[in-house]
């Protein structure tokens, strides 16, 4: 799920810790074009307050107007429901639909927050969980996920996956990885990192990545790579970077990269197929890494490396 998300689900459980009356809204279902896609949600307070997004805007704003005409009427109010916006032409212009597009939402009024507690508690262990919400009862239930289970909605129960799908390991701790760690976090990647060298250790400590421990071929072989996994050699230094890339290269990791110039990478290349490595698995590494946007500054590479790892990822490949 969007890292946006689970934003939601912190302030949920603050507010209702507060004791505001809370409603929580999920996308479920679309068709044609949408401006969110399953799974996305917003949070609304009783006061107004909101806190997500399930379109680009006139939904929300829909939203909001219907709860505060039924605070003032008093209408009860119903745990769960389903809602569905753009069933006509008129309706998918009045509320921004593109194309007629149509999608469904699930209201839920929150009243116990425990399972929004739990489910916090162990994506923070980075754990993805799985949530079942029976649409008959209302009830929960939390269990583990795998990175490729996706929402289900069959009209009766909606299945959601919260926690990081995807994982990023960076062999180097130096100023860049830093760059690279923080825009992954946004873009909801587990970070790892691994660096043998004590010295670049220092100011991690308040970050939210995680060191993997050895040396980089260790430690590429510790996290088992699959195909949600991208592993980027940012160390510069050949004898670290090398050694990682000899492994990850026959792994099943969807994006391996490593920094260096074109002529840096070409030798890398020459220096793999010596050491043995086939013409397809030497294929397979990304250098220099990135997309071209003129990058020359480290927040710069960061941002042309992750665009990289992003679009591979939704499989667009580069063009370049």
């Avoid at 923070?124 to 269990?143: A, D, F, P």
């Avoid at 995680?210 to 699959?226: C, E, H, K, L």
């Avoid at 890339?245 to 920094?259: D, H, M, R, V």
């Amino acid at each position: 799920m969007d890292s946006v998300d689970l934003n939601v689900l912190k302030n949920v459980l603050q507010w209702r810790r507060d004791n505001f009356q809370v409603w929580l809204y999920t996308v479920v279902q679309t068709w044609g074009s949408a401006p969110r896609p399953p799974g996305a949600m917003l949070a609304l307070r009783e006061d107004g307050m909101v806190i997500g997004s399930v379109s680009g805007g006139c939904i929300e704003d829909d939203l909001i107007t219907r709860r505060r005409v039924e605070r003032a009427q008093e209408v009860l109010h119903v745990p769960l429901q389903l809602i569905t916006y753009g069933l006509s032409r008129e309706e998918a212009a009045r509320f921004g639909l593109p194309c007629g597009g149509t999608l469904r939402l699930i209201e839920e009024r929150i009243t116990d927050s425990s399972w929004v507690e739990e489910l916090l508690t162990r994506c923070e262990n980075h754990e993805i969980v799985c949530r079942e919400l029976s649409l008959s009862t209302g009830h929960t239930k939390l269990s583990t996920a795998t990175r490729d289970d996706l929402l289900e909605f069959d009209g009766k129960q909606l299945k959601t996956v919260y926690g990081p799908r995807w994982r990023l390991l960076l062999i180097g701790a130096g100023q860049l990885s830093r760059y690279v760690a923080s825009m992954a976090r946004m873009l909801d990647f587990d970070v790892l990192i691994c660096d043998p060298r004590e010295e670049f250790a220092y100011g991690w400590e308040d970050e939210e990545s995680r060191f993997v421990s050895g040396m980089p071929d260790d430690a590429v072989q510790a996290i088992v790579p699959d195909a949600h996994t991208a592993i980027v050699a940012l160390t510069h230094d050949p004898r670290l970077d090398d050694m990682a890339l000899l492994t990850a290269l026959k792994s099943n990791a969807f994006y391996i990269g490593a920094l260096g110039s074109r002529i840096n990478t070409l030798k890398r290349r020459e220096n793999l197929a010596l050491l043995g490595m086939s013409e397809s698995e030497i294929a397979r590494l990304h250098g220099p890494v990135g997309l071209h946007i003129g990058s020359h500054t480290p927040p710069e590479i960061a941002l042309s490396l992750m665009a990289e790892i992003v679009s591979i990822k939704n499989g667009v490949e580069s063009a370049q």
